[in-house]
């Protein structure tokens, strides 16, 4: 018989040790190693049954062992410590607190996934993991940040595998009253409830569930409530489960629905509305139709906004970040479906063809029947950035389709690139060392230096210990995917031999779209197994990664290398481990010697695994794409070459991993093994480095790697970067904007809609030059002067600049640089004559041309509009 009602009944803990449900709830003892120590110190077997989630080791704790802890003063002693860490932690001023009156009072981070802890599987891939590192940065530097997203019922799925090594996945249903998770409630008790109203009279309902993330709170909404009809209860019961209309009505829930949650927690906490609004990735893109509603609804306002003023206010203290530079992971939904569910009453007053022309693609190869969540995020948001110096190239140039006429490095797609959370991701046993020697978490902070004083001796001791961990449990985990694959205990006897901690050990570990090229290791699978057998430099993988259920190329890459993993000559060096997740990557990442990354350039966003490794003291063997493009120097590991531009896929491929195996048998692995043969390890065994049998240039690499990648990757220098160079303009220009009843939002909306009527009749009518000699030379100068007709709008409302620079074959100017003309002569008739000075600084092939752009006080760009005119 099955239960008909389900809940969880928590226990009561004696008041000596009652801080322990506070403790296990804010999710801060995710990343605090004492307080995570504490709760396995009460019940060590426990905690490993417990998977160590607190909160299910407190549910599973006996009343009897309650009470015997709270008599034990050291037990009541190490819990008032803990509390009072906490405390101290939440309160105290932090670096964000330095920065005064200026800094935005409250900031909203939207995200349709966040990767926290395994204990609130609410994540996927490198997505997630970077918005909860985000969140928990955020927490350490004292931003005020609320994180929004949604409360999946079976968060993402579990993978395993068959007996033919095809992924299987389950769905294991989640019960929020056994998370770390908080009901909000009104005032009387009952559940706060959000609503959205759906097509043909339908309503949407959700719960608004709180984390604590250290001094976050991360608000997630689920749908899995009684006022709903049964596809309204569904709609929040998978990580990118479903397609269509059961994607969008996930989608509207997070950003729509994700706002009045906003609303609804300010109000019944007392905390500041949000002044700034990130948007991570397009899903919760209709966070801004939703804003835009607020504006305009006379009942939420003394004066109601049009929606070119709306929009325009909304737009200033908006930020957009962009993930992904494959076209083929935007989310794009048909024209009418959006137009379907926002006839009704989903954003009453709000225009139905402006928001269709939010996420219209109306560019030269756009396709004018789908709606693009990515070009409406774009459109709503002054400020966007991509994720690392390259992926905002690419970004520029696939997006550059809003902004005809401007050249790509002119697009406003700026980039901040990723970090990782250093307490989250450095391995316990790195981060004593640091205290130990130091006297103080180093690795927590930006002074990563003192790893030079550590000893070679020291360094390798270290790192043999942290590979040991990791084969360890790759072992157990091995066991467990063959044995339910449908192996018997008596046939995995090898399993307790795999891998060999002596061993070089290379991981890789991400998700499995088919751009990552989990399989180019295998495209010569006979070198692939002389590396694995070399009988001086031999080599271990250890691989992770799930498919998308839905992705059956992905499946098949994951089936092809499983069934070469188990080939019984080299499944005691390459191992296949199921179920990837935030458990398994605390002892990979540290545990590996290199780290390989090899997708396809340049579609690799930034690439976030890499750095979790770097920071643990493993180097980088990568694909110059992502952060790795950046900070790729020469000692911190190696470059796989990439093929040339119009290469076949199939040469492509045949060439690059080529060059992974040439780099792997006469670089890495002599290197890593100090390219001296013991005369103890025999002509079978493993190379050992002779002397004091230490590889002393690999452990210089270690330690410049700890010492100069650190804090570059730390998303401390992340968060700061955001709030610096995103936040605060976007604080100031929402303060602005709002200011005596958007009075500056009225003005540059109708300056806006003025100057795009205008822009037609703007054109260059002629550009001259003087002062040049016949054989110029570098440091003359020449005027230049460009007569424009400006179609009535005034001097002060454009800029006029001179690019200048070198000249390509085909014209185009290269490597340029910008000076400003200044307004000289009104020439009448609405012509004006625009002058500069322009220096010659560079020999060799040099030209120049004129720009006309829209200049207003309030613009964050001049690209801003999309509007330009050139000579």
Not at 117 to 145: C, F, M, N
Not at 401 to 416: A, E, K, R, Y
Not at 428 to 453: C, H, I, N
Request: aromatic letters at 8%; hydrophobic letters at 40%.
């Amino acid at each position: 018989m099955k239960a008909i009602r389900r809940f969880t009944v928590r226990t009561v803990v004696p008041e000596q040790i009652g801080a322990l449900p506070r403790l296990a709830t804010n999710l801060r003892w995710s990343w605090h190693v004492p307080t995570r120590q504490l709760f396995e110190s009460l019940d060590p077997a426990l905690w490993e049954q417990a998977h160590h989630d607190p909160l299910a080791m407190l549910a599973a704790i006996s009343r009897e062992q309650l009470q015997a802890l709270a008599q034990d003063p050291a037990v009541v002693a190490r819990v008032e410590d803990a509390e009072r860490s906490l405390t101290q932690y939440l309160s105290e001023p932090r670096w964000y607190q330095s920065l005064g009156a200026q800094a935005p009072q409250s900031i909203a981070y939207f995200s349709p996934e966040f990767g926290i802890t395994e204990v609130l599987p609410q994540y996927s891939g490198g997505l997630g993991i970077l918005a909860g590192d985000h969140l928990k940065t955020a927490s350490d530097v004292g931003v005020p940040l609320t994180g929004v997203g949604l409360l999946y019922q079976a968060g993402y799925f579990k993978q395993s595998l068959s007996e033919d090594a095809w992924q299987k996945e389950t769905y294991p249903l989640l019960d929020p009253d056994a998370l770390p998770l908080t009901l909000l409630r009104e005032e009387d008790g009952t559940p706060a409830i959000l609503s959205l109203p759906l097509p043909e009279g339908r309503v949407l309902h959700a719960h608004i569930w709180r984390a604590d993330v250290g001094r976050v709170p991360l608000l997630l909404l689920d749908s899995n409530v009684a006022q709903n009809d049964d596809a309204a209860r569904g709609v929040t019961d998978r990580l990118y489960g479903g397609g269509g209309d059961h994607r969008l009505a996930q989608e509207l829930l997070l950003g729509m629905g994700g706002v009045k949650a906003l609303r609804i927690h300010a109000r019944l906490t007392g905390t500041p509305a949000p002044e700034v609004f990130h948007t991570n990735e397009g899903h919760a893109g209709f966070l801004g139709i939703e804003r835009i509603r607020e504006l305009m609804d006379p009942a939420l306002t003394s004066v109601p906004l049009s929606f070119n003023e709306a929009l325009t206010a909304g737009r200033a203290s908006t930020v957009f970040t962009t993930h992904t530079p494959v076209p083929a992971g935007i989310d794009r939904f048909p024209r009418g479906m959006i137009e379907y569910f926002f006839a009704g009453e989903l954003a009453p007053g709000v225009p139905v063809d402006r928001i269709l022309a939010l996420g219209a693609e109306n560019y030269d190869g756009g396709d004018p029947e789908v709606f693009n969540m990515a070009v409406m995020g774009l459109r709503l948001a002054q400020r966007a950035n991509g994720v690392a110096k390259l992926h905002g190239v690419v970004s520029r140039e696939m997006f550059s389709g809003l902004w005809p006429g401007f050249d790509h490095q002119d697009i406003p797609i700026t980039s901040v690139t990723n970090g990782v959370h250093v307490p989250t991701w450095v391995d316990p046993q790195l981060a004593a060392m640091a205290r130990e020697r130091f006297g103080t978490d180093v690795l927590d902070g930006p002074d990563w230096s003192k790893v030079y004083d550590v000893s070679d001796a020291d360094v390798w001791a270290l790192r043999r210990r942290l590979r040991s961990a990791l084969v360890a449990d790759a072992r157990r985990r091995l066991r467990s995917s063959w044995k339910k694959r449908g192996a018997a205990d008596a046939q995995l006897a090898w399993t307790d031999a795999a891998l060999d901690p002596d061993v070089l050990t290379i991981g890789f570990a991400r998700r499995v779209p088919t751009y990552k090229r989990l399989t180019l290791m295998l495209r010569d699978p006979a070198r692939l197994k002389a590396l694995l057998l070399h009988p001086k430099h031999p080599i271990q993988l250890v691989i992770a990664g799930k498919s998308h259920p839905a992705d059956d190329a992905g499946k098949k890459m994951i089936q092809d290398l499983v069934q070469f993993t188990d080939d019984p000559e080299v499944r005691h060096r390459i191992v296949f481990l199921p179920n990837y997740d935030i458990a398994m990557a605390r002892t990979l990442f540290p545990g590996c010697d290199v780290w390989l990354n090899n997708p396809l350039r340049p579609l690799e966003a930034c690439g976030t695994s890499g750095m979790k490794a770097a920071i643990n003291g493993s180097l980088n063997l990568s694909v110059m794409d992502g952060w790795w493009d950046e900070h790729y120097d020469g000692e911190n590991g190696w470059a796989i070459p990439t093929a040339n531009r119009g290469t076949s896929d199939a040469e492509r491929d045949d060439i690059e991993s080529a060059a992974l195996y040439e780099l792997l048998e006469n670089q890495v692995a002599p290197r890593f093994y100090g390219d001296v043969v013991s005369a103890a390890a025999g002509a079978a065994g493993p190379s050992q480095p002779q002397g004091d049998g230490l590889p002393s240039h690999w452990i210089s690499m270690i330690r410049h790697t700890l010492a100069h990648l650190g804090p570059a990757v730390s998303a401390e220098r992340m968060v700061k970067e955001y709030v610096q160079r995103l936040y605060q303009p976007a604080a100031v220009a929402g303060r602005e904007a709002h200011a005596h009843d958007y009075a500056s939002a009225r003005e540059f909306a109708a300056w806006i809609e003025s100057v795009r009527s205008a822009w037609g009749g703007v054109h260059i009518e002629h550009v001259e030059s003087h002062g040049l000699a016949d054989e110029p030379q570098i440091g003359q100068s020449l005027q230049v002067r460009a007569n424009v007709h400006l179609a009535g709008l005034s001097p002060a409302e454009v800029s006029v600049l001179v690019k200048y620079g070198k000249v390509a074959e085909n014209d185009e100017l290269i490597d340029t640089r910008t000076l400003a003309m200044e307004s000289a002569t009104d020439l009448g008739g609405g012509r004006y004559q625009f002058a500069a000075d322009l220096l010659i600084d560079r020999s060799g092939s040099f030209g120049y041309g004129v720009q006309v752009l829209p200049r207003h006080a309030a613009m964050a760009s001049p690209a801003e509009l999309g509007l330009t005119t050139t000579a």
